[in-house]
């Protein structure tokens, strides 16, 4: 670090604070709704359909209302030679007088219900007919028009004629909207930002060469995005006994944080998008099994993940099939079938391609928290490429197992150890670059994160990784990559918090730039004041400012931080980012 720099990043940072003060207790919390633009249709709709309703029900009031005056009229004329009986006569002259409360037909108004005309054919004998049946029968007349005394005396009086038309469309899309906002669910991932690294240019990532990660927070210099759309086709609510059918798909989104419109030339720099999920699943199928889970397309499989510096310990994604969930009384199994190809390898039996046989045991009851296991078997299919090259059959075996506390100090602990030889030992259906030499891989791994989280003011979550490797090479030998840090997060209120991160990686091992063994260390920290949506270690949305500072041995010179540190052994980046998942 340069001494004439330091005045400047001292009035950044001063700036970051002012801007986080000036905030604190100014931002409300906003929750994300995925589906806001439907339920906004929704809710237009209701209010459209009370509306109506209430629009029919004063056309009804006014409708019945000038029929009890004609009611009474037509009484008075009549004189009391019927007395107080309900009998009706089968006059066909007499008109009908029902009396209605809103939509509903309801008791008549008068005590004397009025004559009404029934069928010419019926017998002309005295019947007692009740008042809801009349008013039954004569909303019948007047809203289809047939009434002669009602309907067209007073069709003139009404500004249209009543109709349940609007109502009953009203209510299909009220239904159809109620049954796209269960069937729908909209999720994702992304973080974007912006910084600069300390000579000026944009900033860039630091990771030491060999290690199968970087400390991320205030260490990525990308946008990145995870979009998932899932459409549940049948029992979306997963009513117990119904099966259920549901899709989803995954766009992934990179970008290098250019332009937010990145065309340059040799498309350096441009944005990148994949399709990373397309599949299927389908539950409650069978009775004897109602919690098993079948699927077939593209999807993230069982994934184990490391939040703080981004690690996937086991990442068999891919193409395939399999069912998951299986009730083994002990705990849960799962198997299914994964592949993957390289193109840019054509033998002449096709592109070169791995498939995978996966077994999954998990949900096992422990002593004190849950057991799982792995194996996974892989095979590769050997030929001759069009370019000549002799590729042999390989295939191998790898396994491992896991043990996670799920009750940990308000947080969770796990621990994984893992081992693979030969077409399996990336634990992964990527292909690596065939070689004659691959059959004798192995990879050997131990992993351990855990969350603390006593209180609301306090969370932290520390990580150890050791990894070797060999690539089957006896030139090369063995690669060693050893990593230890931690992110303590301190909340002063329910939105503002600080976060640190500082971490070490260690390599020893083959590398292919120099076509040499290097070995070495690196180290880096970062401070971050955040604006999140809560006291949590994985409360998102958040808002962070960042300053991070790294270096590295000597060893390592030309081999971390890219062009702007080619000749140095440490950096500096500075920026801001804001991270979120729903």
């Known amino acids: 670090m340069r001494v004439a720099m330091w005045p400047t990043y001292?009035?950044?940072?001063?700036?970051?604070?002012?801007?986080?003060?000036?905030?604190?207790?100014?931002?409300?919390?906003?929750?994300?709704?995925?589906?806001?633009?439907?339920?906004?249709?929704?809710?237009?709709?209701?209010?459209q359909y009370e509306q109506t309703t209430l629009e029919f029900q004063k056309r009804i009031a006014d409708l019945e209302e000038k029929i009890d005056k004609q009611n009474q009229a037509m009484q008075?004329?009549?004189?009391?030679?019927?007395?107080?009986?309900?009998?009706?006569?089968?006059?066909?002259?007499?008109?009908?007088?029902?009396?209605?409360?809103?939509?509903?037909?309801?008791?008549?108004?008068?005590?004397?219900?009025?004559?009404?005309?029934?069928?010419?054919?019926?017998?002309?004998?005295?019947?007692?007919?009740?008042?809801?049946?009349?008013?039954?029968?004569?909303?019948?007349?007047?809203?289809?028009?047939?009434?002669?005394?009602?309907?067209?005396?007073?069709?003139?009086?009404?500004?249209?004629?009543?109709?349940?038309?609007?109502?009953?469309?009203?209510?299909?899309?009220?239904?159809?909207?109620?049954?796209?906002?269960?069937?729908?669910?909209?999720?994702?991932?992304?973080?974007?930002?912006a910084g600069t690294n300390s000579i000026g240019g944009q900033m860039v990532a630091f990771q030491a060469p060999g290690a199968g990660a970087k400390y991320r927070l205030g260490n990525e210099a990308e946008t990145y995005g995870e979009f998932i759309f899932v459409n549940n086709w049948l029992n979306p609510g997963k009513d117990p006994g119904k099966a259920w059918f549901k899709t989803e798909v995954m766009i992934e989104a990179n970008t290098t944080n250019s332009d937010t419109y990145a065309n340059f030339p040799n498309g350096i720099g441009n944005d990148q998008f994949r399709l990373r999920e397309a599949f299927v699943r389908a539950g409650d199928l069978f009775a004897?099994?109602?919690?098993?889970?079948?699927?077939?397309?593209?999807?993230?499989?069982?994934?184990?993940?490391?939040?703080?510096?981004?690690?996937?310990?086991?990442?068999?994604?891919?193409?395939?099939?399999?069912?998951?969930?299986?009730?083994?009384?002990?705990?849960?199994?799962?198997?299914?079938y994964l592949s993957g190809a390289r193109p840019d390898f054509v033998t002449q039996n096709g592109n070169f391609a791995k498939n995978n046989l996966d077994v999954r045991l998990y949900d096992m009851k422990a002593h004190?928290?849950?057991?799982?296991?792995?194996?996974?078997?892989?095979?590769?299919?050997?030929?001759?490429?069009?370019?000549?090259?002799?590729?042999?059959?390989?295939?191998?075996?790898?396994?491992?197992?896991?043990?996670q506390n799920l009750e940990w100090h308000g947080g969770y602990n796990a621990i994984v150890v893992q081992y693979g030889t030969g077409a399996a030992s990336n634990f992964s259906t990527s292909v690596d670059i065939p070689t004659t030499y691959q059959k004798s891989s192995e990879r050997l791994q131990v992993t351990n994160h855990l969350l603390v989280q006593p209180n609301d003011r306090f969370a932290i979550m520390p990580i150890f990784i050791y990894q070797r490797t060999?690539?089957?090479?006896?030139?090369?030998?063995?690669?060693?990559?050893?990593?230890?840090?931690?992110?303590?997060?301190?909340?002063?209120?329910?939105?503002?918090s600080l976060a640190f991160e500082g971490g070490v990686d260690y390599t020893d091992g083959f590398n292919t730039t120099v076509d040499g063994r290097v070995d070495g260390w690196l180290r880096k920290f970062t401070i971050a004041p955040q604006i999140g949506a809560g006291r949590k270690f994985f409360s998102r949305p958040v808002l962070r400012t960042f300053f991070t500072y790294a270096n590295w041995t000597n060893g390592f010179r030309g081999l971390v931080g890219g062009v702007p540190y080619q000749n140095r052994t440490d950096g500096i980046s500075f920026g801001v980012q804001a991270e979120t998942w729903w």
């Open 10 to 47: 001292r009035l950044v940072w001063l700036l970051v604070w002012m801007i986080v003060l000036l905030f604190v207790g100014t931002l409300p919390a906003r929750a994300q709704n995925a589906d806001e633009d439907v339920r906004q249709q929704l809710q237009e709709l209701k209010k």
């Open 76 to 193: 008075k004329n009549a004189g009391n030679s019927q007395g107080a009986t309900t009998a009706v006569t089968s006059s066909p002259s007499a008109p009908s007088a029902p009396t209605m409360s809103g939509a509903a037909a309801a008791p008549a108004a008068t005590s004397t219900p009025p004559p009404v005309t029934t069928s010419q054919s019926a017998p002309a004998t005295s019947t007692t007919v009740s008042t809801g049946a009349l008013a039954a029968q004569v909303a019948k007349q007047v809203f289809l028009g047939q009434s002669e005394q009602v309907g067209q005396h007073y069709q003139g009086d009404l500004a249209s004629e009543p109709t349940y038309d609007l109502i009953n469309e009203a209510e299909v899309k009220i239904a159809k909207l109620t049954q796209q906002v269960d069937s729908f669910e909209f999720h994702g991932y992304f973080r974007s930002g």
């Open 288 to 336: 004897i099994q109602p919690t098993a889970k079948f699927w077939a397309g593209e999807r993230y499989y069982r994934r184990q993940h490391i939040e703080i510096d981004d690690f996937y310990p086991l990442d068999t994604s891919g193409y395939g099939a399999g069912i998951e969930d299986l009730n083994v009384h002990f705990g849960k199994m799962a198997v299914a």
């Open 368 to 403: 004190v928290g849950w057991l799982g296991a792995w194996f996974d078997y892989a095979t590769e299919k050997g030929g001759t490429t069009t370019a000549g090259q002799v590729i042999p059959t390989t295939s191998g075996y790898a396994g491992g197992v896991r043990y």
């Open 470 to 496: 060999r690539d089957g090479d006896g030139l090369h030998g063995h690669n060693d990559w050893v990593s230890f840090g931690a992110r303590p997060e301190i909340f002063f209120t329910r939105y503002i």
